[in-house]
């Protein structure tokens, strides 16, 4: 047990997410407790306005939770300063603000301004870092390119690579395939599989392609009204946790092939 839990890198217990204002708090999620250990890739799913990209933000920092606790590695994420976390947890975020007016490479080298030295002057350590982000999201032949020229899906791999230049133990991603056709699409899940399980980050991702996050990932929080779910895809199939995520009269799940299919 002890072992086991010296690998948990993020931890939620009974967590409330929301906002407030002067006058109310509004909780749009709660109940949350879950996990993400090193080497793990979890998807986290749910309808549109259930709240994921507000747990994702109070995950990253980014706004207060309303209750419990969030840890990154055993310790409170409040008691973080920001180069800490920055050294600990990257951030690719749908909104994510474009600097549209750097080129490919230089907004990827921003990836590695926590580990730069006061200059900001790259290292060869730095400089493989960014090698290795811009072969592992395909993205070296638009490294000169300015970011204004690209697609929102090529953006979209080159915020990518931002994050995987700044190598953290944890990656946290807003909806990373929404941009992709097919092929990237089925080409980032796959890179983000192959480097939490291979080289230990824990990454956690929202998506709407439940299909390929029940056959890729190796565990899933799924948001409802009532409650979130967290579990191994094939014990949240097995218990029924994708039967109802929608409407019934519209869409179905089919448990053998873990596929919606749409009602006739
Ligand atoms: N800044 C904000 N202030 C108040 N309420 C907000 C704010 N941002 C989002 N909300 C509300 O929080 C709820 C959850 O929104 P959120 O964007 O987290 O959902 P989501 O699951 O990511 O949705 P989608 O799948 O459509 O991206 C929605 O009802 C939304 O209107």
Redesign the pocket.
Known sequence: MASEEKHIILETRDLA???T?KRKS?V??SGISFSVSEGELVALV????????????SLAGM?ASLKGEIFLKGKRLSEYGMLQMANELSVVL?ETPASKNLTVLELISLGRQPHTNWMGTLSEEDKKAIKFALEATNTETLAQSKCYELSDGQLQRVYIARALAQDTTLIIL??PTTHLDLYHRAYVLKLLKKLANETGKAILY?T?EIDLAIQLSDKMLV?THETCYFDRPKNLIADGRFDSLFPTETIDFDKNSGRFTIKE
């Open positions: 997410v929301g906002y204002s509004d749009i999620a749910g309808a549109n306005g259930i709240g994921k990209s507000t747990l994702l933000r706004q749908t807003d909806e929202s709407h948001m």
